[in-house]
């Protein structure tokens, strides 16, 4: 089955402007030393988040007017979480830059100011395919006459017997699987989307688990090598009277 927004016959569909992956402490052959991140310590999250969002803005630079963002992560950022609980539970100062970070929408507050991006930021959690919630929700942002594109980015983390314990809370009992990835590791995926470009779509390979993002991360790896499109302005002439539903 393709991956792709559902669009009305009036809109065109998703298109793909750049796209970036990025791992750190995984074992794989292309991991990254962890980005310094002014603001952002001890955790994989929000470096890797926006190095790949860096990566696809710099690679297309546009008025951040127009550009809205989207974050998915099941979980969040649980290395700094677990973190600020664990100071708090053996009686250790509270360090509030602990509680900032590990609200993701700190990472967008901090890229949106690199970046002048001053559309819609949002950020999402979901036990559907990550990459099928992003791209319905990036088409349905791409509907609004002052957007022209919107940065989808997804990330994941590692973790123990704590992830492991909100991964079944999470599941009900439902078996839903944790990220196959050390303690401290983490892996991100963004694509920049619009009308015109080269055109989504990905045939997976394999079910994703609830909640992965590795549906994202196959398909920004499947167009970070591709020739560069012209990021043109998105047409917003057609008809707008139609109701968009996604589900």
Not at 32 to 45: M, T, Y
């Amino acid at each position: 089955m393709t991956i792709e927004a559902s669009a009305k016959a009036t809109t065109a569909p998703l298109a793909v402007l750049a796209a970036a992956t990025a791992t750190h402490g995984t074992g794989r052959d292309d991991d990254i030393p962890l980005p310094r991140l002014p603001g952002f310590v001890e955790s994989a999250f929000s470096p890797l988040v926006f190095e790949v969002a860096a990566r696809c803005l710099t690679a297309r630079p546009r008025d951040g007017s127009r550009t809205a963002v989207l974050l998915a992560a099941l979980t969040g950022d649980t290395t700094t979480a677990d973190l600020a609980s664990r100071r708090m539970v053996s009686g250790r100062v509270h360090n509030p830059l602990l509680f900032m970070q590990a609200t993701a929408n700190s990472v967008l507050g901090h890229l949106s100011r690199e970046f002048g991006i001053t559309a819609q930021t949002l950020s999402l959690s979901t036990l559907r395919d990550a990459a099928a919630e992003l791209l319905d929700m990036a088409d349905l942002l791409l509907e609004d006459p002052e957007v022209e594109r919107v940065l989808a980015v997804g990330v994941e983390l590692g973790g123990g017997e704590r992830l492991a314990a909100v991964y079944r809370d999470l599941a009900g009992d439902g078996g839903l699987p944790v990220p196959a990835l050390p303690a401290g590791a983490g892996r991100s995926a963004a694509l920049l989307l619009g009308r015109t470009g080269t055109p989504l779509a990905h045939t997976p390979a394999t079910p994703a688990p609830p909640g992965s993002i590795q549906h994202l991360f196959d398909l920004a790896a499947a167009h970070r090598n591709e020739p560069p499109t012209q990021d043109k302005p998105q047409d917003k002439t057609q008809d707008k009277t139609e109701t968009h539903a996604h589900q």
